[in-house]
């Protein structure tokens, strides 16, 4: 922990206790790996301080890259992306661990048919979760939480270089693109454009151990 967290960190972990404290250190440690390989700096993991914003947002103190952390109970996942060029959000969910009763509330109708008429073969479960991740991570790109949910619905599903892409009717020029972990997936939302920059090594994984 003392190679990993900032002194200003150290001090925040201290109120964190189990599963929590290692969310936290594994979120960090994980982030500042995505830092280092973007940015190609050579610094001490403990030099680089992530902090969080009145609304819990994580970002680094004196650097002007925007930052996205993610876990659940399998794994931590940080993004880094330069904040003059794009801000990014990403979110990480176990598949099948959305309740049905969130399904039926924040997923629609329309969602459901586009889902079961993409791909028959695909669990529904998978499906739903695919749609949850994604709107979780485009929250976070945009700053809102669930109260953005209701306005964004998913207007086409396709491939991207191999992955699932999800594109929404009313937020344009934005991507939220899944990748798998595990039995876990991994949304990274962000500007279509950037998508390339922030897929070369910006987005790095820690296991998490209890």
């Known amino acids: 922990m003392e190679k990993i967290l900032h002194k200003e960190e150290l001090e925040q972990v201290c109120v964190y206790r189990g599963r929590r404290k290692s969310e936290y250190i594994a979120g960090r440690l994980s982030a500042k790996h995505a830092y280092l390989i973007l940015t190609g700096k050579k610094k001490e ?3 680089i301080h992530i902090a969080n914003d009145y609304l819990g947002v994580p970002y680094f103190m004196n650097a002007r890259y925007s930052c996205s952390i993610s876990h659940n109970r399998e794994f931590a996942v940080g993004a880094v992306s330069d904040i003059n060029m794009l801000r990014i959000g990403i979110d990480i969910q176990s598949c099948g661990s959305i309740k049905a009763q969130l399904i039926n509330y924040y997923i629609n109708d329309s969602e ?3 889902l079961s008429e993409w791909h028959a073969d695909y669990d ?3 499906l739903f979760t695919v749609v949850w991740c994604a709107k979780e991570a485009i929250s976070k790109l945009l700053q809102y939480g669930f109260g953005l949910f209701g306005l964004l619905e998913v207007e086409r599903i396709t491939t991207i270089q191999g992955h699932l892409a ?3 009717k009313n937020i344009r020029n934005v991507c939220v693109r899944m990748e798998e972990i595990g039995n876990s997936l991994v949304a990274v939302a962000a500007h279509i454009r950037f998508f390339d920059e922030i897929t070369t090594g910006s987005t790095k994984f820690q ?3 209890y």
């Open 45 to 47: 993991l403990t030099d």
């Open 112 to 114: 459901k048919k586009l």
């Open 124 to 126: 529904e479960d998978y």
């Open 166 to 168: 999800l594109f929404f």
């Open 207 to 209: 296991r998490l151990e």
